[in-house]
C-alpha cells in the first residue's frame, strides 16, 4: 500500500529529530565528562532495559563496572577499548537468580550460571546458610576467592537455631529466641539481604508462629525481607503455608520461594493461589514469588519420610519399633506422588535411576529400598509432582520472577536450563510470556524484591552486569538425563563491566563480587 507523500516527510522530519536529539545527547555527555576513554562500546543494539517497557535501539557504554551513556555514540569523538557490534541481537541486563544454590569457595567458577546469563546469584537459602557466626569473615573469603558470577547472601533461619544451639527445640525459651535474634541482628549488619526459612525440613520445621513473627520483626526493622520454603507446598495444604508467611509479612516483605502446588491442577487452581497473594497484597502486604520452569522439583529425599522418622528421633529405632507404620506410611506417601517412576534419584550410588527402577534391579519394593537401602539422610532426587498448566499460569503473574533453586552439582535441569528455557520455551515457543516481560522477571523484579539498588536496570551509572544475545539462538541444553550441559546463546556476558563469556569462550579470569547489603532502617536499604 502506498503511504501519502505527506507520511514520508513526517517520518523523514522524525528520523532527522531523533538523530540530533541524540546527537545533542552524547555531545552534552562528552563535554561534561571528563573521560573520553572508555572501557567498552556496545552499538547497533536493541536495548531492553529491564523496566518491562519495549526495546529500543540504542549504543551503550562502559566504563570500568559502570554504565555512563546510553544513546548514539559518536566513536570519532571517543577512545574505547573495545567495540561489541550487537547488531540484530538485544542487550539487557545480566540476569539476576533470586534462589540459587553453590558453594563459592568450593566451585566459584559457577559456569552453569554464567552460561545462561546470570550474574549474580542469591545464597544461603531454604533456612541454610554458611555456619559462621562472624558471617563477615565468610563473605571475605569469598571477595578473596573472587567468584564468576555476584553473590548475594541471606541468613539461613535454620543455620541461626543450629548456631545458638536451639537445634529440635519446638519452644525456645525467651534467652534463647534473643540469641538467635541478636544472631540474625548482626548477620544482616554484616551485609546479608534478608532471612530465610525452610520449613518442611529440619531444624527449621520446629519452628512456631511466635518464633517466626519475633525473626520477621527484627527482619522488617532492618528493611530487609524474608524469603521462605514453606511448611507444606501440597495442594490441600498450600494456603495455609502461605498464610503462615503472610502472618510475618505484616512485619516485614517476604517471598515465596520456588512457588508450586504439588498435586494440585489446571489454571483455576492457579488462580486460586494468584488471588491469596493479591488479596494480601491489596491489605498492604508486600509479598512476591520466584519459580522454575519445570514440573519436577529436587531436594533430598527425606521429604517423602515422615517428621517421626527424621532428626532428631533414631531412625534405627524406627525401623526397629515401627516399621510397618513407616513402610505404609511411604507407600501411600510415593503413590500419592505419581508413584516411584516419578522419583528420580540423583546421587550415588543410584544416580540417574527411578525408585521404580531400582526396586526393580534390586529385586524388592520400593518401600523397602527406601527404609533399607536409602533411608531418609541418604539421596536426593527429582520428583515429577507439578502440573503444566497450573505453572504455567503462575509464571506470567507480574509479581511471579524467575529462579533456578540450581546449582552447579544438582541432578536437575534447572541449575544449568532455567533462564535460557524461559526465553527459549516460554517467549519464543510458547509465547506465553513478551520477551520485555520475561527480562523483566530475570533482571528488575529480583533486584527491587531483594533492594539490589545498583542492578538489574540498564541505566546510567548501574553496575555494568550486561548480556548480549539473539533469543532465538537461546537454547536450554540440560535434561534430566544430562543435567549438566550448558546453556548456549549467550554471545556476550558481561560482569561488573569485564567480559566474563564471548561466543562460547570463557574469561581465564573471574570477575563477580561479594555484595553486601548495607545496614539501613527499613525502607531506606540500598546495597554496594
Not at 289 to 297: F, R, V
Not at 412 to 427: D, L, M, N, S, W
Request: aromatic share 8%.
Amino acid at each position: 500500500m502506498m503511504l501519502p507523500k505527506s507520511c514520508y516527510y513526517f517520518f523523514i522530519l522524525s528520523f532527522f529529530f531523533a538523530c540530533n536529539t541524540q546527537s545533542d545527547s552524547f555531545n552534552q555527555f562528552i563535554q561534561s565528562s571528563a573521560v573520553k576513554h572508555f572501557s567498552l562500546h556496545i552499538k547497533n543494539g536493541e536495548i531492553i532495559d529491564g523496566s518491562g517497557q519495549p526495546g529500543f535501539q540504542s549504543d551503550l557504554l562502559i566504563q570500568n563496572d559502570k554504565i555512563v551513556y546510553i544513546g548514539k555514540v559518536d566513536t570519532a569523538a571517543i577512545a574505547v577499548d573495545q567495540t561489541i557490534d550487537a547488531a540484530g541481537k538485544v542487550v539487557t541486563p545480566g540476569f539476576i537468580d533470586i534462589h540459587s544454590h553453590g558453594d563459592p569457595l568450593e566451585t566459584p567458577d559457577f559456569q552453569n550460571f554464567l552460561a545462561m546469563g546470570v550474574t549474580t546469584i542469591s545464597l544461603g537459602k531454604d533456612g541454610f546458610s554458611p555456619s559462621f557466626e562472624n558471617i563477615g569473615a565468610w563473605m571475605q573469603r569469598v571477595t578473596d576467592t573472587v567468584p564468576g558470577v555476584n553473590v548475594a547472601l541471606f541468613v539461613g533461619h535454620s543455620t541461626l537455631r543450629t548456631l545458638t544451639g536451639v537445634n529440635y527445640n519446638p519452644q525456645p525459651t525467651p534467652e534463647m529466641l534473643e540469641e538467635m535474634g541478636d544472631l540474625l541482628r548482626r548477620q544482616l549488619d554484616a551485609g546479608c539481604f534478608g532471612m530465610t526459612t525452610g520449613l518442611e525440613y529440619i531444624p527449621g520445621m520446629y519452628a512456631a508462629e511466635e518464633e517466626l513473627v519475633y525473626l520477621a520483626k527484627i527482619v522488617g526493622k532492618a528493611g530487609k525481607i524474608i524469603t521462605s520454603h514453606m511448611r507444606n507446598e501440597d495442594d490441600n495444604a498450600i494456603e495455609r503455608s502461605i498464610e503462615e508467611l503472610l502472618k510475618q509479612g505484616q512485619y516485614c516483605p517476604v517471598n515465596v520461594s520456588h512457588l508450586k502446588v504439588v498435586y494440585g491442577k489446571g489454571q483455576e487452581r492457579a488462580e486460586e493461589i494468584l488471588r491469596v497473594l493479591g488479596n494480601a497484597r491489596a491489605k498492604g502486604i508486600k509479598v512476591t514469588a520466584d519459580m522454575y520452569p519445570y514440573t519436577a522439583s529436587y531436594t533430598g529425599i527425606g521429604i517423602l519420610f515422615p517428621d517421626w522418622a527424621k532428626a532428631p528421633n533414631d531412625y534405627g529405632e524406627v525401623v526397629k519399633n515401627k516399621r510397618k507404620a513407616l513402610a505404609d506410611f511411604l507407600f501411600k506417601k510415593v503413590n500419592a506422588r505419581n508413584g516411584p517412576e516419578a522419583t528420580l534419584l540423583g546421587t550415588a550410588p543410584f544416580s540417574g535411576k527411578t525408585l521404580a527402577e531400582i526396586a526393580k534391579e534390586l529385586n524388592k519394593s520400593f518401600v523397602d529400598v527406601l527404609i533399607d537401602d536409602i533411608g531418609p539422610n541418604g539421596a536426593s532426587g527429582a520428583y515429577f509432582v507439578m502440573d503444566e498448566d497450573l505453572q504455567n499460569r503462575i509464571l506470567q503473574d507480574s509479581s511471579v520472577m524467575v529462579s533456578s533453586d540450581g546449582s552447579p552439582t544438582s541432578r536437575h535441569p534447572r541449575g544449568y536450563g532455567t533462564f535460557a528455557e524461559i526465553i527459549e520455551t516460554y517467549v519464543n515457543q510458547k509465547q506465553l510470556l513478551s520477551l520485555e516481560a520475561a527480562i523483566r522477571k530475570m533482571t528488575s523484579l529480583p533486584a527491587q524484591t531483594m533492594r539490589l539498588e545498583h542492578r538489574g536496570v540498564l541505566l546510567k551509572d548501574k553496575k555494568a552486569d550486561v548480556l548480549v544475545f539473539d533469543p532465538n539462538r537461546v537454547k536450554a541444553k540440560a535434561t534430566y538425563e544430562n543435567p549438566f550441559q550448558l546453556a548456549e546463546g549467550f554471545d556476550v556476558v558481561i560482569v561488573n563491566g569485564q567480559i566474563s563469556l564471548k561466543n562460547g569462550k570463557f574469561s581465564a579470569r573471574r570477575h563477580g563480587q561479594m555484595l553486601k547489603a548495607a545496614a539501613h532502617n527499613a525502607g531506606t536499604l540500598t546495597s554496594r
